[in-house]
Nanobody
Framework: QFALVESGGGLVQPGGSLRLSCAAS????????IGWFRQAPGKERVGFSC????????NYADSVKGRFTISRDSAKNTVYPEMNSLNSEDTAVYYC???????????????????WGQGTQVTVSS
């Protein structure tokens, strides 16, 4: 059984922070590169970060660089994006996905990710 579940979304004021979780069951998350993507209403799903398999090196899109930090807790089989200084442009449904790619640095191109969670809503509003 394969399962990938995002959680931790919610409503936050501009300038606030959230930590999301991507929890895996039925497989070892360490063996996959994990990508984070987000999709605003009416727009395409766009990647913004990834953490490489078997090591943990990360990569970030310019839109989140310096504000978001991705980490992996192998003991909990979970990946966490720590998201700071949130603004209205960050409002979206957030998804995690798995990739078999060993590319260094990792990439967050949607076509490279084969498994997805159900998404969690993040709304940034005053």
């Amino acid at each position: 059984q394969f399962a990938l579940v995002e959680s931790g979304g919610g409503l936050v004021q501009p300038g606030g922070s959230l930590r999301l979780s991507c929890a895996a069951s039925g497989f070892n998350l360490d063996f996959y590169t994990i990508g984070w993507f987000r999709q605003a209403p009416g727009k395409e799903r766009v990647g913004f970060s990834c953490i490489r398999r078997n090591g943990g090196a990360t990569n970030y899109a310019d839109s989140v660089k310096g504000r978001f930090t991705i980490s992996r807790d192998s003991a909990k089989n979970t990946v966490y994006p720590e998201m700071n200084s949130l603004n209205s442009e960050d409002t979206a449904v957030y998804y995690c996905g798995t990739s078999a790619s060993a590319l260094d640095p990792c990439r967050f191109n949607r076509a490279e990710y084969t498994r997805w969670g159900q998404g969690t809503q993040v709304t940034v509003s005053s």
